[in-house]
């Protein structure tokens, strides 16, 4: 459902990699020329004119008055963190056109790459330092739920507005069960149901949670610094957590418990 937000003209933020990997996807065509004998091919001037009209589609749609789309980085600091983050994306094919949509992304609009950061990241610090309370994300990843601002999904096409309590919530949850499609673990043995509960008797605070989560750890022989590091992999950096001087992410600082 599209949550009505016409009060105030928003930024739209837009996850460019998701998008353009959706348009590039959905165009090929594959073609058997004879017996046995495969091509794939994509139109190219297509994909543009489809990226185009979705981006001014979602503009009106969501009663924004101006677009920014960020792209990942070619370098991503959590694989130094954990070397094995996404290594189960490297035999994945990419659709044919992916680049060359990227490429005219960059030439059209106002596209925003930081160094060393994934566009999920990159999207959290615009929406809580820039454009803090004049935006919306648009994506299709559950786990930009973790930064508190307002969003749209466009995958089941869905608005909601994330408070920053919900955001650290689904950030401690994330940061139990893991997410399969980046490749980290998580806490063994914890899934959506056993995170829930978890959390469920806790205070609902940051402090009150983590502390829930590194007993939680704890009960399946995880150390704290275990579980600290998944709390990185799951971190969607925010302003707190990036550094705009140096250009460089700020690690997550577990608070006291």
């Given at each position: 459902m599209v949550r009505k937000i016409r009060a105030k003209k928003r930024t739209l933020l837009v996850d460019g990699s998701i998008l353009v990997y959706r348009i590039a996807s959905a165009i090929e065509v594959a073609?058997?020329?004879q017996h046995d004998m495969w091509t794939l091919h994509a139109d190219a001037k297509t994909g543009k004119q489809i990226l185009d009209s979705e981006l001014?589609?979602?503009l009106k749609l969501?009663?924004?008055k101006d677009i920014v789309i960020v792209l990942d980085d070619e370098i991503n600091f959590r694989k130094k963190l954990l070397p094995e983050y996404k290594s189960n994306?490297?035999?994945v094919r990419k659709p044919i056109i992916l680049k060359p949509?990227?490429?005219y992304l960059k030439k059209k609009y106002d596209v925003r790459i930081f160094p060393t950061l994934e566009g999920d990241d990159t999207l959290g610090i615009l929406a809580t330092s820039e454009y803090?309370?004049?935006c919306i994300i648009l994506s299709a990843d559950k786990d930009m739920r973790t930064v508190p601002c307002f969003h749209h999904f466009m995958h089941d096409n869905h608005t909601e507005l994330v408070d920053e309590p919900t955001a650290n919530y689904h950030f401690m949850f994330q940061t139990l069960v893991g997410d399969a499609t980046d490749n980290f673990k998580g806490?063994?043995?914890v899934g959506a149901v056993k995170a829930e509960r978890v959390l469920y008797n806790t205070e609902k605070t940051l402090p009150s949670m983590w502390k829930a989560v590194v007993e939680e750890y704890k009960r399946n022989n995880q150390t704290?610094?275990?579980a600290l590091l998944q709390a990185r992999m799951a971190r969607i950096l925010r302003s707190t957590d990036y550094n705009f001087k140096s250009k460089k992410p700020i690690l997550w600082q577990a608070p006291k418990i």
């Open positions: 073609t058997e020329w001014q589609r979602y969501l009663n924004c994306r490297r035999k949509l990227k490429e803090k309370d004049d806490c063994k043995t704290p610094k275990e």
